[in-house]
Nanobody, 120 residues
Protein backbone atom coordinates (compact mmCIF):
# COMPACT_ATOMS: atom_id res chain seq x y z
CA UNK A 1 0.00 0.00 0.00
CA UNK A 2 2.97 2.29 0.65
CA UNK A 3 6.27 2.36 -1.17
CA UNK A 4 9.38 3.88 0.42
CA UNK A 5 12.48 4.30 -1.73
CA UNK A 6 15.91 5.54 -0.63
CA UNK A 7 18.64 6.79 -2.93
CA UNK A 8 21.94 8.65 -2.83
CA UNK A 9 24.24 6.18 -1.10
CA UNK A 10 27.76 5.54 -2.29
CA UNK A 11 31.46 5.48 -1.48
CA UNK A 12 33.12 8.57 -0.04
CA UNK A 13 36.36 9.38 1.78
CA UNK A 14 36.39 10.46 5.41
CA UNK A 15 35.52 14.13 5.72
CA UNK A 16 33.38 14.06 2.60
CA UNK A 17 29.64 14.50 2.12
CA UNK A 18 26.65 12.62 0.76
CA UNK A 19 22.98 13.48 0.43
CA UNK A 20 20.37 10.75 0.82
CA UNK A 21 16.81 11.04 -0.41
CA UNK A 22 13.69 9.17 0.71
CA UNK A 23 10.38 9.23 -1.17
CA UNK A 24 7.14 7.71 0.11
CA UNK A 25 4.23 7.02 -2.24
CA UNK A 26 0.93 5.16 -2.35
CA UNK A 27 -2.51 5.65 -0.83
CA UNK A 28 -1.25 8.11 1.78
CA UNK A 29 -3.60 10.54 3.46
CA UNK A 30 -0.90 12.14 5.57
CA UNK A 31 2.53 11.51 7.04
CA UNK A 32 3.12 12.18 10.73
CA UNK A 33 6.87 11.95 10.39
CA UNK A 34 9.78 10.37 8.58
CA UNK A 35 13.13 9.19 9.80
CA UNK A 36 16.47 7.66 8.97
CA UNK A 37 17.99 4.57 10.58
CA UNK A 38 21.20 2.68 9.89
CA UNK A 39 22.64 -0.77 10.41
CA UNK A 40 26.30 -1.71 10.19
CA UNK A 41 27.49 -5.33 9.89
CA UNK A 42 27.25 -7.07 13.25
CA UNK A 43 25.31 -4.21 14.83
CA UNK A 44 21.70 -3.52 15.72
CA UNK A 45 19.74 -1.09 13.61
CA UNK A 46 20.00 2.34 15.21
CA UNK A 47 18.03 5.54 14.90
CA UNK A 48 19.78 8.44 13.17
CA UNK A 49 17.31 11.32 12.72
CA UNK A 50 13.60 12.10 12.47
CA UNK A 51 11.45 14.98 11.26
CA UNK A 52 7.78 15.53 12.14
CA UNK A 53 5.08 16.81 9.84
CA UNK A 54 5.50 20.17 11.55
CA UNK A 55 9.22 20.25 10.77
CA UNK A 56 10.59 19.44 14.24
CA UNK A 57 13.88 17.54 13.96
CA UNK A 58 15.77 15.23 16.31
CA UNK A 59 19.19 13.62 15.95
CA UNK A 60 21.21 10.87 17.52
CA UNK A 61 24.20 12.19 19.47
CA UNK A 62 26.56 10.38 17.11
CA UNK A 63 25.49 12.51 14.12
CA UNK A 64 24.42 15.77 15.75
CA UNK A 65 26.14 18.74 14.15
CA UNK A 66 27.13 16.74 11.07
CA UNK A 67 23.84 15.47 9.59
CA UNK A 68 20.75 17.48 8.66
CA UNK A 69 17.30 16.04 7.95
CA UNK A 70 14.90 18.20 5.96
CA UNK A 71 11.80 18.12 3.81
CA UNK A 72 12.30 18.28 0.06
CA UNK A 73 10.11 20.20 -2.36
CA UNK A 74 8.69 16.95 -3.73
CA UNK A 75 5.66 15.60 -1.87
CA UNK A 76 6.40 13.08 0.92
CA UNK A 77 10.14 13.28 0.38
CA UNK A 78 12.87 13.92 2.93
CA UNK A 79 16.60 14.45 2.61
CA UNK A 80 19.53 13.57 4.84
CA UNK A 81 22.55 15.77 4.24
CA UNK A 82 25.61 14.05 5.69
CA UNK A 83 28.76 16.13 6.16
CA UNK A 84 32.11 15.40 7.80
CA UNK A 85 31.57 11.70 7.29
CA UNK A 86 33.53 9.22 9.40
CA UNK A 87 34.36 5.56 8.77
CA UNK A 88 32.04 4.65 11.65
CA UNK A 89 29.14 6.10 9.62
CA UNK A 90 29.47 3.17 7.22
CA UNK A 91 26.16 1.29 7.19
CA UNK A 92 23.04 0.54 5.24
CA UNK A 93 20.75 3.52 5.72
CA UNK A 94 17.00 2.88 5.90
CA UNK A 95 14.11 5.32 5.66
CA UNK A 96 10.89 4.95 7.65
CA UNK A 97 7.57 6.72 7.14
CA UNK A 98 4.88 7.01 9.82
CA UNK A 99 1.81 7.37 7.62
CA UNK A 100 -1.98 7.38 7.66
CA UNK A 101 -2.89 5.07 4.78
CA UNK A 102 -6.22 4.51 3.06
CA UNK A 103 -7.75 1.20 4.15
CA UNK A 104 -5.16 0.37 6.82
CA UNK A 105 -4.84 3.37 9.12
CA UNK A 106 -1.60 4.36 10.78
CA UNK A 107 1.51 2.31 10.16
CA UNK A 108 5.28 2.35 9.82
CA UNK A 109 6.74 1.65 6.39
CA UNK A 110 10.36 0.87 5.54
CA UNK A 111 12.47 1.19 2.43
CA UNK A 112 15.00 -1.35 1.21
CA UNK A 113 18.01 0.70 2.26
CA UNK A 114 20.96 2.36 0.56
CA UNK A 115 24.61 1.57 1.26
CA UNK A 116 26.91 4.29 2.58
CA UNK A 117 30.61 3.44 2.77
CA UNK A 118 33.18 5.85 4.21
CA UNK A 119 36.84 5.02 3.64
CA UNK A 120 39.58 6.16 6.06
Amino acid sequence: QVQVVESGGGLVQAGGSLRLSCAASGSIFSINGMGWYRQAPGNQREWVATITGGGVTNYADSVKGRFTISKANAENTVLLQMNSLKPEDTAVYYCNADALVRGTGLGHYWGQGTQVTVSP
